[in-house]
C-alpha cells in the first residue's frame, strides 16, 4: 500500500523528522573527553521537562518498566510496604513488580475506567499510625485506559497527615504531555520512558528522583548493579555513565527536548488537551463512550473507545490495520475486545487526530458499528475549527 502509515496508538508515538536527523549520527565514542559538554547540559535540561529542581534525573538504556524497577531496587527494602490501587494493565504490572520484589503490597482494586482512590489512599494512610508504609504508589496516566489521576491531591494528603511515605509517580505516558510539576507536587520518584510525549524510540528509562529519595536510600536494600542509582551518581556527576550509554538516542533526546522547549512546555500540554477534546467530540458523536466513567478521568493523551455490547473491538483494529495501514491501540487484559485506544500525543496535530478519527469510521464500519458516518469526524471539524489552532500553527 503507498502513502504513510498511521501511527494512532499510545506508545511508540510518531517521531518528529527533527529528532530522526538528530540520530542520523556516526556513533560516538562516550568516554571522550568532549562527551560532557553534551551530556551535562542534557541532564540539566531533563530536570526542567520534570520540572525537578532538587534531585537526579537517571537515564538508563531500558524501557519504563526499567525505570519501575530502578526505583524499587534503589529506594525500597525488602519486606517493605506500599500503598497502589489497581485501574488498568499498566497499575496492574506495577503492583505485579513490587509483589514479585517480596514488598508488602496493600493494592486497593479499582473498577477499570477510574483511578487513584484519593480518599481510600487517605484512610489508608490514617490508619497507618506506626508509618509502615513506605512507598504510595500513583500511575499519573493509565493507558490501557486514558484515565488521568490526581498526583498532587495525592501529595496534599501525605502533608496533610505528616505521613513520610514516597510519593512513586508513574508518569510513563504523562510526563511532556500532560501538565507534571514534579517539585511542586513534591514527588519523590517520576518514572517515564522515551517512546510517548518525548517522541523517540523506545529504549530510555527515564527516572527522576529527588534528593530527599537520594538522601535516605536504605541501609539493607535490595541488591542491584545495572540499576544501581550509586553507580549512575558518581559517573553522571562528570558527564559519564557506568556502562555503554544509548549514545543515538541521547543525541535523539537532545533534539526532542529542544522541540518542547521551544514550543514551551505549558503550551505542548495546551495542544495535548485541544487534540483529546476534539476526539472526546468524536466519541460522543458516535453515540459511544470513553473507558474512563467520568469526565474528571479523561486523558489528554489517549482516548479508550467502549464499542457497543455485541461487537469486537479487535475487529475495528484489524479493520484499520488492514484495510487502512492505521494502527489504533488494542484493548489490554481486561477491557481487550471491549475497548480501541486512539493515543493523541507526542508529535501530533489536529489533522494526525482526524487521520485517526477517520481511519476509526471507517474501519467501525467495516466491523458493523452502528454511527452515522462522519458525525464523529464532523464533530472534531467543528471543535478544532472554532477553538485556537496549536501553538506551532499559531507562531508562524
Ligand atoms: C503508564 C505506563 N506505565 C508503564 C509502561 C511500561 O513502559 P515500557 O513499555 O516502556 O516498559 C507503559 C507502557 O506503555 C505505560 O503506558
Redesign the pocket.
Known amino acids: 500500500m503507498s502513502g504513510f502509515k498511521g501511527l494512532a496508538v499510545?506508545?511508540p508515538t510518531n517521531m518528529p523528522f527533527e529528532v530522526r536527523q538528530a540520530m542520523d549520527v556516526a556513533l560516538e565514542d562516550h568516554r571522550a573527553p568532549d562527551f560532557p559538554e553534551f551530556t551535562l547540559p542534557l541532564f540539566a535540561d531533563l530536570k526542567k521537562a520534570f520540572k525537578l529542581e532538587n534531585g537526579h534525573v537517571f537515564v538508563y538504556p531500558?524501557?519504563?518498566?526499567?525505570?519501575?524497577e530502578a526505583t524499587v531496587a534503589n529506594l525500597l527494602a525488602p519486606g517493605d510496604k506500599v500503598l497502589a490501587s489497581v485501574f488498568g494493565q499498566?497499575?496492574y504490572?506495577?503492583v505485579d513488580m513490587c509483589q514479585r520484589f517480596g514488598l508488602d503490597v496493600d493494592a486497593i482494586d479499582c473498577e477499570w475506567g477510574t483511578g487513584v482512590p484519593v480518599e481510600l489512599y487517605e484512610q489508608k494512610l490514617a490508619a497507618d499510625k506506626e508509618h509502615k508504609i513506605k512507598a504510595v504508589l500513583v500511575?499519573?496516566?493509565?493507558?490501557?485506559t486514558g484515565v488521568t489521576s490526581d498526583v498532587k491531591a495525592v501529595r496534599e494528603v501525605l502533608d496533610s497527615l505528616g505521613h513520610p511515605a514516597m510519593l512513586f509517580v508513574?508518569g510513563?505516558?504523562s510526563i511532556c504531555s500532560l501538565p507534571f510539576d514534579q517539585e511542586a507536587w513534591g514527588v519523590d520518584v517520576a518514572?517515564s520512558?522515551s517512546?510517548?510525549g518525548l517522541m523517540l524510540p523506545?529504549g530510555l528509562?527515564i527516572v527522576g528522583v529527588s534528593q530527599k529519595a537520594l538522601d535516605n536510600r536504605p541501609k539493607q536494600g535490595f541488591p542491584k548493579c545495572f540499576f544501581d542509582f550509586d553507580d549512575m551518581l558518581k559517573t553522571n556527576k562528570d558527564g559519564f555513565f557506568p556502562y555503554t550509554p544509548a549514545t543515538t538516542l541521547l543525541r535523539g533526546l537532545r533534539a526532542s527536548l529542544d522541540m518542547l522547549f521551544d514550543e514551551g512546555l505549558e503550551n505542548v500540554w495546551a495542544r495535548h488537551h485541544r487534540l483529546a477534546e476534539g476526539c472526546r467530540r468524536a466519541v460522543d458523536a458516535w453515540g459511544l463512550s470513553l473507558c474512563a466513567k467520568e469526565p474528571k478521568w479523561n486523558s489528554d493523551t489517549v482516548s479508550a473507545i467502549v464499542v457497543p455490547e455485541g461487537h469486537d473491538a479487535n475487529d475495528v483494529i484489524k479493520a484499520a490495520y488492514h484495510k487502512y495501514d492505521l494502527s489504533l491501540g488494542a484493548g489490554l487484559s481486561k477491557v481487550a475486545g471491549k475497548v480501541f485506544r486512539i493515543g493523541h500525543l507526542g508529535y501530533m496535530n489536529e489533522l494526525m487526530v482526524m487521520q485517526a478519527l477517520s481511519g476509526a469510521e471507517l474501519a467501525m464500519r467495516d466491523a458493523g458499528i452502528p454511527f452515522e458516518s462522519g458525525a464523529g469526524v464532523g464533530a472534531a471539524v467543528d471543535y478544532y475549527a472554532s477553538t485556537e489552532q496549536s501553538a506551532a500553527l499559531a507562531a508562524q
Not at 62 to 68: D, E, I, L, Q, V
Open positions: 499510545p506508545g531500558a524501557s519504563g518498566t526499567g525505570g519501575w499498566f497499575s504490572l506495577w500511575t499519573h496516566n493509565e493507558t490501557a508513574d510513563v505516558s518514572v520512558g517512546q510517548k523506545t528509562g
